[in-house]
């Protein structure tokens, strides 16, 4: 009899993958199926919120933004499948390629990007004509850069500073130690971090924000000193801090909305563009509220929505709301559980991993979904100033469903390659060592 394949320490046996779904499903099935149900309330919440819609730009069909919302799903879902069959292995090496290819993207949106409330955050597509927002598949190839690069360091990134001295002193004080931090550890482990957040930063304050506390997660848990992510902190509240005074002072991108929300405008200056942004900011809010309100324990049942005319980006911003209206309170928590429920699969996979690229790939894909969710649905809710982000594969929309299947598809991808015993364990790389 031949000898059985040895297993790894905290690994169990798991039962041979024999059925039909087994076999194309492969990988962590309770995630499979968390992603299906919110693609099916995807579909019910955009043909239910965008009726009004339809009436006024689709000359009255209201089955127009529900076949849209259809194919990019179906477009979603073969990118996910494709993706979570290919060896995570394969397509990391390409990573510094795809980052810099995503960063060409964002630059494209600064000169023929499609402009839309005073920012540039879309690339038409050529000949078909669709959108795609280069910021999505920037932020997927910089967790899996940031990764890469944190893997690499396990050995010694708890015991080294990733910042050289910030002050002339400390950097006359041992010049040749602060070049070497500068140049091995600073510049290939957060210049990326920085590069992308900062092409980000000038058109989504919010999502740029997101994605640098998705990074710092990582370098925490990447065991990064904490000593150091504090200076990383410090740093950055600095430079944002006069990056926005400067923008705001010279009234640049959208600097005046982005301190309008945060509460500074009445205390700074209120221009006619900000006081516009103001109205348009609380009438959203008010809507919200109304929807939320009028939602009750069960709520109003699908297609019964009262607010849909009047609720600003029902389909998208506001979806959350929306969901609370028509599906009350009980719908509302499924939505949250389910989300809370993406991160919980990738706390396991992680786990499970062993080593730490797609242990951290995976925890920062999962996050960043997660993460996305809870800023839309504490806007909707009134607890956090209005940003933007949308409700991930849940609104309508092209872009974010595309990228957002694609991560999906490779934490799925690394699921089933720890299941097949198939990740690559090298020496030195292991987050518990």
Same mark, same amino acid.
């Given at each position: 009899?031949?000898?059985?394949?040895?297993?790894?320490?905290?690994?169990?046996?798991?039962?041979?993958?024999?059925?039909?779904?087994?076999?194309?499903?492969?990988?962590?099935?309770?995630?499979?199926?968390?992603?299906?149900?919110?693609?099916?309330?995807?579909?019910?919440?955009?043909?239910?919120?965008?009726?009004?819609?339809?009436?006024?730009?689709?000359?009255?069909?209201?089955?127009?933004? $529900?076949?849209?919302? +259809?194919?990019?799903? @179906?477009? !979603? *879902?073969?990118?996910?499948? /494709? =993706?979570?069959?290919? #060896?995570?292995?394969?397509?990391?090496? $390409?990573?510094?390629? +795809?980052?810099?290819? @995503?960063? !060409? *993207?964002?630059?494209?949106? /600064? =000169?023929?990007?499609? #402009?839309?409330?005073?920012?540039?955050?879309?690339?038409?597509?050529?000949?078909?004509?669709?959108?795609?927002?280069?910021?999505?598949?920037?932020?997927?190839?910089?967790?899996?850069?940031?990764?890469?690069?944190?893997?690499?360091?396990?050995?010694?990134?708890?015991?080294?500073?990733?910042?050289?001295?910030?002050?002339?002193?400390?950097?006359?004080?041992?010049?040749?130690?602060?070049?070497?931090?500068?140049?091995?550890?600073?510049?290939?482990?957060?210049?990326?971090?920085?590069?992308?957040?900062?092409?980000?930063?000038?058109?989504?304050?919010?999502?740029?924000?997101?994605?640098?506390?998705?990074?710092?997660?990582?370098?925490?848990?990447?065991?990064?000193?904490?000593?150091?992510?504090?200076?990383?902190?410090?740093?950055?509240?600095?430079?944002?801090?006069?990056?926005?005074?400067?923008?705001?002072?010279?009234?640049?991108?959208?600097?005046?909305?982005?301190?309008?929300?945060?509460?500074?405008?009445?205390?700074?200056?209120?221009?006619?563009?900000?006081?516009?942004?103001?109205?348009?900011?609380?009438?959203?809010?008010?809507?919200?509220?109304?929807?939320?309100?009028?939602?009750?324990?069960?709520?109003?049942?699908?297609?019964?929505?009262?607010?849909?005319?009047?609720?600003?980006?029902?389909?998208?911003?506001?979806?959350?709301?929306?969901?609370?209206?028509?599906?009350?309170?009980?719908?509302?928590?499924?939505?949250?559980?389910?989300?809370?429920?993406?991160?919980?699969?990738?706390?396991?996979?992680?786990?499970?991993?062993?080593?730490?690229?797609?242990?951290?790939?995976?925890?920062?894909?999962?996050?960043?979904?997660?993460?996305?969710?809870?800023?839309?649905?504490?806007?909707?809710?009134?607890?956090?100033?209005?940003?933007?982000?949308?409700?991930?594969?849940?609104?309508?929309?092209?872009?974010?469903?595309?990228?957002?299947?694609?991560?999906?598809?490779?934490?799925?991808?690394?699921?089933?390659?720890?299941?097949?015993?198939?990740?690559?364990?090298?020496?030195?790389?292991?987050?518990?060592?």
């Amino acid at each position: 009899m031949a000898e059985q394949q040895q297993l790894q320490p905290g690994q169990t046996e798991e039962p041979a993958e024999t059925g039909f779904f087994d076999r194309l499903f492969s990988g962590d099935k309770p995630l499979w199926i968390i992603v299906i149900s919110l693609a099916i309330i995807s579909l019910l919440v955009v043909y239910s919120s965008t009726a009004s819609m339809a009436y006024k730009n689709a000359g009255g069909n209201t089955a127009h933004y $529900f076949f849209n919302q +259809l194919k990019f799903i @179906a477009i !979603g *879902f073969v990118i996910m499948w /494709f =993706v979570h069959r290919i #060896n995570y292995q394969r397509y990391v090496r $390409f990573t510094v390629v +795809l980052f810099i290819l @995503a960063l !060409g *993207f964002m630059l494209l949106t /600064f =000169v023929i990007g499609v #402009n839309l409330n005073s920012a540039s955050r879309w690339i038409r597509i050529p000949i078909i004509g669709m959108t795609f927002q280069p910021s999505d598949f920037m932020r997927v190839t910089l967790v899996a850069l940031l990764a890469q690069q944190l893997a690499k360091r396990q050995k010694v990134i708890d015991k080294i500073p990733i910042l050289p001295a910030l002050t002339p002193g400390g950097w006359r004080k041992n010049p040749r130690k602060n070049r070497d931090i500068l140049f091995d550890t600073t510049i290939p482990l957060l210049g990326p971090v920085v590069v992308a957040c900062g092409a980000i930063f000038f058109s989504n304050f919010s999502t740029a924000a997101l994605t640098f506390f998705t990074c710092w997660v990582m370098l925490f848990i990447g065991r990064v000193r904490v000593r150091e992510l504090w200076r990383l902190i410090a740093l950055v509240v600095v430079v944002m801090a006069a990056a926005v005074t400067v923008m705001y002072m010279f009234n640049i991108g959208r600097s005046h909305t982005w301190v309008n929300r945060l509460g500074l405008g009445d205390a700074l200056s209120k221009t006619e563009q900000v006081q516009v942004q103001n109205d348009e900011d609380n009438l959203q809010e008010e809507q919200a509220q109304i929807a939320i309100a009028s939602g009750g324990i069960t709520g109003k049942g699908p297609g019964n929505s009262t607010q849909r005319s009047n609720l600003p980006h029902a389909y998208s911003d506001f979806a959350y709301a929306f969901i609370v209206e028509e599906y009350g309170l009980v719908g509302s928590c499924l939505i949250l559980f389910l989300y809370l429920c993406v991160f919980f699969r990738g706390i396991v996979i992680f786990q499970r991993c062993g080593t730490a690229l797609p242990s951290l790939l995976v925890l920062g894909l999962s996050l960043m979904i997660t993460l996305q969710a809870l800023i839309n649905m504490m806007v909707s809710v009134g607890y956090f100033p209005v940003t933007g982000q949308t409700l991930p594969l849940i609104s309508l929309g092209g872009s974010s469903v595309v990228f957002t299947s694609l991560s999906l598809g490779i934490i799925l991808g690394v699921s089933r390659q720890m299941k097949e015993q198939s990740l690559d364990r090298p020496k030195g790389e292991s987050l518990l060592e």
